[in-house]
């Protein structure tokens, strides 16, 4: 892939966040995820490559534009797979909360998992705790592993948890080890990626989430040196045919990072839509708007934080006010 591609896809994170931002507080989600899939969808006309969306809004049929197997950019350039989430927390933008993001991570073609829209188990942990933890080892086994890694007491751990009625007897037994737990409304991908920078004073993250972010997470995760392990979790045959038809024939394995992300190269790209641990949302002030976004590139290990200032009045098609 083109390195290049790497500012190129902050554009499309950017334009996303810049239009769904707008919405934020107000109670109408599907309003902020059709602005930030519109915005998205308009910048990847302009983006070099030849992309094929394997992770999008749904089948063609259901979704307007980013659709899976759709085909993005401008017909030149190298040949990629697109994982996108245009508003990765809808729920949260909709009630002014912490961590929505607009995601987008790319690999060279046939190299990211086609996962289906159903659960995932899931377990991720930044660099330190890479090769500690297995997702079908005891809860109390990995929250003592992955102390021992970063040179804590398990007391100390922060363990990210999506709050969830599913989740009860996980968040019971994170406790009754010692553990500490934040928990989450939504945005899993944020949580996972918060896991590799100590300054968000997260150490794993852990529970059952949508499988596409489990991609969009490994994806981040392996940019920056990270784990991620995740086992599919269809709930009748039709979703257990599902999965046979996107290329997972054995649902029952835990799959590691080179299953959900093969090779040696990938780009992870997200703007802070809402406030958040790691990336600062979208913030406005008259013609004047605010970003921050962080662009990862597995290959060469570079991670950026940009920020970017923006004239709303020369840009108003990705600012649309409700």
Same mark, same amino acid.
């Given at each position: 892939?083109?390195?290049s591609?790497?500012?190129?896809?902050?554009?499309?994170?950017?334009?996303?966040?810049?239009?769904?931002?707008?919405?934020?507080?107000?109670?109408?989600?599907?309003?902020?995820?059709?602005?930030?899939?519109?915005?998205?969808?308009?910048?990847?006309?302009?983006?070099?490559?030849?992309?094929?969306?394997?992770?999008?809004?749904?089948?063609?049929?259901?979704?307007?534009?980013?659709?899976?197997?759709?085909?993005?950019?401008?017909?030149?350039?190298?040949?990629?797979?697109?994982?996108?989430?245009?508003?990765?927390?809808?729920?949260?933008?909709?009630?002014?909360?912490?961590?929505?993001?607009?995601?987008?991570?790319?690999?060279?073609?046939?190299?990211?998992?086609?996962a289906?829209?159903?659960?995932?188990?899931?377990?991720?942990?930044?660099?330190?705790?890479?090769?500690?933890?297995?997702?079908?080892?005891?809860?109390?086994?990995?929250?003592?592993?992955?102390?021992?890694?970063?040179?804590?007491?398990?007391?100390?751990?922060?363990?990210?948890?999506?709050?969830?009625?599913?989740?009860?007897?996980?968040?019971?037994?994170?406790?009754?080890?010692?553990? =500490?737990? *934040?928990?989450?409304?939504?945005?899993? &991908?944020? @949580?996972?990626? +918060?896991?590799?920078?100590?300054?968000?004073? $997260?150490?794993?993250?852990?529970?059952?989430?949508?499988?596409?972010?489990?991609?969009?997470?490994?994806?981040?995760?392996?940019?920056?040196?990270?784990?991620?392990?995740?086992?599919?979790?269809?709930?009748?045959?039709?979703?257990?045919?599902?999965?046979?038809?996107?290329?997972?024939?054995?649902?029952?394995?835990?799959?590691?990072?080179?299953?959900?992300?093969?090779?040696?190269?990938a780009?992870?790209?997200?703007t802070?839509?809402?406030?958040?641990?790691?990336?600062?949302?979208?913030?406005?002030?008259?013609?004047?708007?605010?970003?921050?976004?962080?662009?990862? =590139?597995? *290959?060469?290990?570079?991670?950026?934080? &940009?920020? @970017?200032k923006? +004239?709303?009045?020369?840009?108003?098609?990705? $600012?649309?006010k409700?």
């Open positions: 892939m083109e390195r591609l790497s500012m190129e896809l902050v554009r499309v994170t950017e334009a996303a966040a810049l239009s769904s931002a707008r919405w934020m507080g107000r109670g109408q989600k599907e309003d902020a995820d059709e602005a930030a899939t519109s915005a998205m969808r308009d910048v990847f006309d302009t983006i070099p490559m030849k992309g094929t969306v394997v992770i999008g809004e749904g089948e063609r049929d259901l979704a307007p534009m980013l659709y899976i197997d759709e085909k993005l950019g401008t017909g030149f350039g190298p040949r990629v797979d697109v994982a996108v989430d245009p508003l990765e927390g809808t729920d949260i933008v909709a009630s002014g909360l912490w961590n929505a993001l607009a995601v987008i991570a790319i690999a060279d073609h046939g190299h990211l998992l086609h289906p829209d159903i659960y995932m188990d899931k377990i991720a942990v930044g660099p330190e705790a890479v090769g500690k933890v297995d997702l079908e080892a005891p809860v109390k086994d990995n929250l003592e592993a992955v102390a021992k890694a970063k040179g804590k007491d398990v007391e100390d751990l922060v363990v990210l948890i999506l709050n969830r009625d599913r989740h009860s007897e996980l968040i019971q037994e994170v406790r009754t080890a010692g553990a =500490r737990i *934040k928990l989450l409304p939504a945005g899993d &991908v944020a @949580g996972a990626i +918060n896991t590799a920078f100590d300054e968000t004073g $997260v150490d794993m993250l852990i529970g059952s989430g949508g499988a596409p972010e489990g991609v969009l997470a490994a994806v981040a995760l392996k940019c920056l040196g990270g784990d991620f392990q995740g086992r599919l979790l269809p709930k009748n045959e039709e979703q257990e045919a599902r999965c046979s038809r996107m290329g997972v024939d054995d649902i029952h394995r835990v799959l590691r990072m080179d299953d959900l992300v093969s090779g040696d190269d780009i992870f790209a997200a802070g839509v809402t406030d958040g641990e790691l990336l600062r949302g979208v913030h406005y002030k008259g013609a004047k708007a605010t970003t921050q976004s962080l662009v990862m =590139r597995a *290959k060469s290990g570079t991670v950026r934080f &940009v920020d @970017g923006h +004239n709303v009045k020369k840009k108003p098609d990705f $600012v649309i409700p």
